[in-house]
């Protein structure tokens, strides 16, 4: 089988390996497990790799470059009109040579890539909407004309949607599915967490103005005032990296928030069985992996009402949803309630490291199969 892989997600080249950012690429290596050959379609950089990237794990593969394009500004939007019909005609390309068409949504590429599988009724596909599938979400158009049109089973034929959470009236095109960070192997006895003598708190994800990290510090600082012993450990990076930097350093808080910068995943891995609480409020999501990682290791999630997070936290029972408004006084409001209600809080994060070890690699690999040899 020929496996064509159309993407938006940035790609490098060394040493005849191709790298990409690390769980994109975890994932992808258990499709490959099941094809005989691999043609990716996707962006090229040329700057150097970093911690959070990895290869591909395949001896068949071929990586084909396709201009990545924005519509942001006027400049942007004269270079995407002259680039677009020679990615239309990339995509066409790879779509033909391929016997199952894979095409990771949402984005630029997968906007048009949506588009061109139209013209390709009878061959194979899946579409993984790594996006938020909420239609009553606000969404950009393009988002919401990539979801008309998968969802739409006239023009998408012989395919198969993978989406996060279940949601009511979708088409037969729509699956529900899952994604998942660690091994059935991985998976060891945590000991009793308790919220004493110091609370430990983690962010994990984009410093971004999306993922709100400085909701998390002002929460940590509201706890300090309050004389609670807390900490927190903050891995990732991204625009608003500096500016968290100097909030810290200018309200003396080195010694209770620490930024620890992208690091690979068993550093993040002991970092979630050290802590009691994921602070994630994040405005929009797919499936937000950092909050399945997290109850995996009775780490505890508080994490804002987006794509299936209230799916994911049982409504309240494997952790706390709250809105992505949230103010930091409602979150030290919850996080007391916890620590003044040890017996909840043992309860909640057994009941989530329960749901989320059914969501292992190894089950993730077996309904990846099961898709392709349908």
């Not at 496996?3 to 060394?14: P, Q, V, Y």
């Not at 959470?165 to 192997?185: D, E, R, V």
């Not at 006895?189 to 971004?208: A, D, M, Q, R």
């Not at 990732?236 to 690979?264: A, S, V």
Request: net charge positive; hydrophobic share 40%; glycine share 4%.
């Amino acid at each position: 089988m020929i496996f064509g892989i159309i993407t938006h997600a940035i790609h490098k080249s060394k040493d005849g390996k191709i790298y990409a950012y690390e769980p994109y690429v975890r994932e992808m290596n258990l499709w490959a497990k099941n094809v005989d050959e691999i043609i990716v379609l996707a962006p090229i950089s040329k700057d150097k790799l970093t911690s959070i990237e990895t290869a591909y794990l395949h001896s068949k593969i071929k990586l084909i470059e396709i201009p990545d394009f924005n519509i942001t500004s006027v400049k942007n939007i004269i270079r995407s009109i002259l680039v677009i019909p020679k990615i239309c005609i990339l995509i066409f390309k790879v779509m033909k040579q391929s016997n199952h068409i894979h095409l990771r949504c949402p984005g630029n590429i997968g906007l048009l890539g949506c588009f061109v599988q139209i013209l390709f009724p009878y061959k194979s596909k899946t579409v993984k909407y790594a996006g938020n599938w909420d239609h009553k979400s606000k969404q950009p158009l393009s988002y919401r004309i990539q979801k008309w049109i998968l969802s739409n089973s006239f023009l998408t034929r012989n395919c198969k949607v993978l989406v996060y959470g279940k949601w009511k009236n979708q088409s037969k095109n729509i699956i529900p599915f899952f994604t998942a960070s660690y091994k059935k192997g991985e998976i060891i006895e945590i000991p009793k967490k308790n919220l004493h003598p110091v609370i430990k708190f983690i962010f994990v994800g984009t410093f971004s103005e999306g993922k709100q990290p400085l909701l998390s510090v002002k929460t940590i600082q509201n706890l300090l005032f309050r004389d609670y012993k807390v900490q927190l450990d903050m891995y990732g990076e991204g625009d608003k990296f500096n500016e968290i930097k100097k909030y810290i350093i200018d309200h003396k808080l080195e010694n209770n928030i620490f930024l620890h910068g992208n690091q690979i995943k068993e550093i993040v891995k002991k970092a979630y069985q050290e802590s009691n609480f994921l602070i994630f409020i994040s405005k929009s999501e797919g499936w937000p992996k950092v909050v399945a990682e997290a109850m995996f290791w009775r780490c505890l999630p508080i994490s804002s009402n987006v794509s299936c997070v209230e799916y994911m936290l049982g409504k309240g029972v494997r952790g706390t949803v709250v809105e992505s408004n949230v103010l930091v006084d409602d979150l030290v409001s919850i996080i007391v309630n916890y620590i003044e209600n040890d017996a909840l809080y043992q309860e909640q994060i057994l009941n989530a490291q329960k749901w989320s070890r059914k969501y292992t690699l190894d089950r993730f690999s077996l309904e990846i199969k099961k898709i392709l040899n349908e």
